[in-house]
């Protein structure tokens, strides 16, 4: 039931957090991080949580959104909200061949080769030159209109973490929805369906690189500078431990997990504490919530009876979005 008003739930959550935190710069900026965030998280969940493709590339996917809007609107001066199209269809165009070569892979092959493609594309910003500023990035990149105030700019964030999200549910709770679940947990009994499974894990990757490239967009404009590692290879993992924690198959699940996560990361001192904190959570996760946080809560509201049938079955709790 709760996915069914996951975007209102969002939405007001979003709206009471900006009101509770005034003009408070540093949560602001905080919680635009977290929105930011939440949408890397949601592409994971999508590719990984519903079909099953554990993919490294979502960094990269955000780095190409960042520098497609930062390109475009600091050499040529094109508004930004002229160059969101293009931010989000780049990575996508992108991951769909990529999609096509990879998607057949074992989870373990598919992630390395994400993880060279990640690698490749960083390499490529490296040595773009003046065009993307090479090994000191790019400055100068404008905010979204004139008047942007943090206020402003995070309920900007957070609006298009909503319209994501609800995209997101009506997806997994159409017809094209349940093919993504039955080639997650069953592809012979997808194919025997009728389903071109190819086919479909691309659409879905292509989706997830869609969202990571937003993600992307809204950082640049953001920060006003980006950088070849600031979508490096540690975000495309934090993201996976976002989702993971939160409830890779839960459509709020990886939202939940960045707010935890990423809130606890504002307060630990040092980089070697916020990774000891992150590998504890994931594995804390593991053992006593391998379907997250959310899936776990979800899981314990059935009945005894029909959590008895699931667990004898082989089903992993949470993994079948609504």
Not at 6 to 33: K, R
Not at 149 to 167: D, K, R
Not at 293 to 322: C, D, E, I, M, Y
């Amino acid at each position: 039931m709760i996915e069914k008003w996951s975007a209102l739930i969002v939405l007001v959550l979003a709206v009471l957090a900006a009101i509770g935190m005034g003009s408070n710069a540093a949560w602001l900026g905080t919680s635009t991080l977290i929105a930011i965030y939440s949408l890397l998280a949601l592409s994971v969940g999508i590719t990984y949580g519903q079909a099953g493709i554990l993919s490294v590339a979502q960094g990269a996917f955000a780095s190409m959104g960042a520098y497609a809007t930062g390109i475009l609107t600091a050499r040529y001066g094109i508004s930004p909200f002229l160059t969101l199209p293009v931010s989000v269809l780049l990575p996508a165009l992108v991951a769909l061949p990529l999609a096509r070569l990879v998607s057949p892979l074992s989870p373990l092959v598919l992630a390395i080769a994400t993880l060279m493609f990640a690698t490749i594309v960083e390499i490529l910003l490296r040595g773009g030159g003046d065009l993307t500023g090479g090994y000191i990035g790019l400055s100068g990149i404008p905010p979204l209109f004139d008047a942007q105030t943090p206020v402003t700019f995070n309920l900007i964030a957070w609006f298009a973490v909503v319209v994501v999200v609800f995209l997101y549910a009506n997806l997994m709770n159409s017809a094209w929805g349940r093919a993504i679940n039955t080639v997650r947990h069953d592809p012979m009994r997808a194919v025997a369906d009728g389903t071109n499974v190819t086919r479909l894990q691309s659409l879905v990757f292509t989706l997830g690189a869609g969202m990571a490239g937003l993600a992307g967009w809204l950082y640049a404009h953001q920060l006003s500078f980006i950088s070849p590692d600031l979508f490096g290879i540690p975000v495309s993992i934090n993201a996976i431990l976002m989702a993971v924690v939160g409830g890779a198959g839960v459509i709020l699940g990886p939202v939940a997990g960045a707010v935890v996560l990423s809130f606890f990361y504002e307060f630990l001192p040092g980089q070697e504490s916020r990774g000891m904190f992150y590998g504890a959570a994931l594995i804390l996760t593991l053992v006593v919530a391998p379907s997250g946080l959310l899936g776990f809560t979800r899981f314990r509201r059935r009945s005894p009876a029909v959590r008895r049938g699931a667990v004898s079955a082989g089903a992993v709790p949470g993994k079948v979005a609504s």
